[in-house]
């Protein structure tokens, strides 16, 4: 999706602000709405990709207008409401208005230490031959889908270099709707600096992104 | 969203008002029997107190003391990193990346905020804001300046775009003047900002002064 999320080399943002001594929180609620994304997943059961989009997919100005916690609350909030677990008259009142849904599991303090260690790794065993190798010339696809993808627009229609394989993994634009891990190659893409940006060419800059592999044609 | 919101988003008004949603949404969460506001203070206190950039730092150090492991970390970041204990959430996958006096590089994620959460913790509002996500990827010397630094125009810079689960964690070069260093006094020059590449390591005077 094209949505304000997507902002790589996107231009009037100004300088960066460094924050010396950064606290890890900056508001006792950011705390909470951090803890809770965490906590929902487990009686929730959507995957990262679908709180990813649940994030992403809103109104550019609502995108911007908000702090990244504000966002993460706004994501679980839709996500809850999609599948019932509080409904929207409830989050309006602040109290609880419907009976619970059954949930399968929730997630205990005694849990926390096990489910944050064993993360949700996302590569799965290899079933096809890979279509890339390093050293290949890619083209990233000028493509547009209107669901979730995790290739950004500033390298789609620019030609890179595979630069690693990085194994077979869980396809994010099929596993954030619901579609099944559908599980791709995944790839290490460099592009030189002055094929991407025209504009502003530092002979000496290189980006990467890590391509699946439907993202990518042979150049 | 009003224009005066937009203009300023951690304004007290707005803050209380997100506060008071996110208290209501605990409390509502909780009735229903979803969450255990006991699981959510475990989970704050171990990213608050316990999962951080000193976990990295430790790496690093190891890194730079002992050429096995560095070998190990560079071709296969994430058992390498669990020698150490260090494993988990958005740590699943790790790779490591070397700073040389050729190459600097420096992470991002343009799509939000990915970042190594086992070596590095959360990451600071900076990396998640939208002006490094905009020029981390064009200007990264830019973002350089933004912190204060200049690299030498004939270094090499490669940035890592975070699109997928790959998580990227930058090794800084050993400052000179480090020979005999011990593990912990190295780890003491390694920071945050080091591992992300928009920074570099202090040098031994910040800490032995």
């Given at each position: 999706m094209d949505g304000a999320h997507d902002m790589g080399g996107a231009a009037g943002f100004g300088p960066v602000h460094p924050e010396p001594n950064e606290p890890v929180f900056h508001a006792a609620w950011e705390r909470r709405a951090f803890a809770m994304t965490l906590a929902m997943a487990m009686p929730g059961g959507w995957n990262i990709d679908m709180s990813r989009f649940a994030r992403e997919n809103r109104p550019g100005a609502d995108y911007l207008g908000m702090s990244y916690y504000q966002i993460w609350l706004a994501g679980i909030e839709r996500l809850m409401q999609e599948r019932h677990l509080v409904e929207a008259d409830e989050l309006a009142a602040g109290k609880v208005m419907h009976p619970a849904k059954p949930v399968a599991k929730i997630l205990t303090a005694d849990g926390v230490a096990a489910m944050l260690h064993r993360g949700g790794p996302t590569e799965r065993p290899v079933t096809a031959p890979a279509l890339f190798a390093v050293g290949d010339r890619v083209r990233a696809k000028d493509m547009h889908p209107p669901t979730h993808t995790r290739l950004p627009r500033y390298v789609r229609g620019h030609v890179g270099r595979i630069d690693a394989i990085r194994g077979v993994h869980v396809f994010p634009d099929s596993n954030a709707h619901g579609g099944g891990e559908a599980p791709q190659w995944l790839y290490t893409v460099s592009f030189n600096g002055a094929e991407l940006w025209a504009d502003a060419p530092d002979p000496l800059l290189e980006v990467t992104v890590d391509a699946f592999e439907p993202y990518l044609e042979r150049a | 969203m009003t224009d005066h919101h937009h203009d300023h988003p951690h304004d007290?008004?707005?803050?209380?008002?997100?506060?008071?949603?996110?208290?209501?949404?605990?409390?509502?969460?909780?009735?229903?029997?979803?969450?255990?506001?006991?699981?959510?203070?475990?989970?704050?206190?171990?990213?608050?107190?316990?999962?951080?950039?000193?976990?990295?730092?430790?790496?690093?150090?190891?890194?730079?003391?002992?050429?096995?492991?560095?070998?190990?970390?560079?071709?296969?970041a994430t058992p390498a990193i669990g020698e150490l204990g260090y494993a988990g959430?958005?740590?699943?996958?790790?790779?490591?990346?070397?700073?040389?006096?050729?190459?600097?590089?420096?992470?991002?994620?343009?799509?939000?905020?990915?970042?190594?959460?086992p070596v590095l913790g959360l990451p600071p509002v900076w990396y998640k804001s939208a002006p490094y996500?905009?020029?981390?990827?064009k200007d990264p010397r830019g973002v350089l300046k933004d912190f204060g630094f200049e690299l030498a125009p004939t270094t090499k810079i490669r940035v890592w775009d975070s699109t997928a689960e790959i998580r990227y964690f930058v090794v800084p070069m050993r400052p000179e003047g480090t020979d005999g260093w011990s593990e912990d006094q190295l780890a003491e020059l390694v920071t945050r900002d080091s591992m992300i590449g928009t920074g570099l390591a202090k040098q031994p005077e910040k800490v032995t002064g």
């Open positions: - | 007290h008004s707005e803050l209380s008002e997100t506060d008071l949603r996110v208290r209501a949404l605990e409390s509502i969460l909780t009735e229903k029997g979803y969450i255990d506001p006991a699981a959510l203070d475990v989970l704050i206190e171990t990213y608050e107190s316990k999962v951080g950039p000193r976990n990295g730092a430790r790496v690093v150090a190891r890194a730079w003391t002992d050429p096995a492991f560095r070998s190990r970390l560079l071709s296969d959430r958005q740590g699943e996958h790790i790779v490591a990346v070397e700073n040389t006096p050729e190459l600097h590089n420096m992470v991002v994620c343009t799509l939000c905020s990915c970042y190594p959460w996500r905009a020029k981390a990827v």
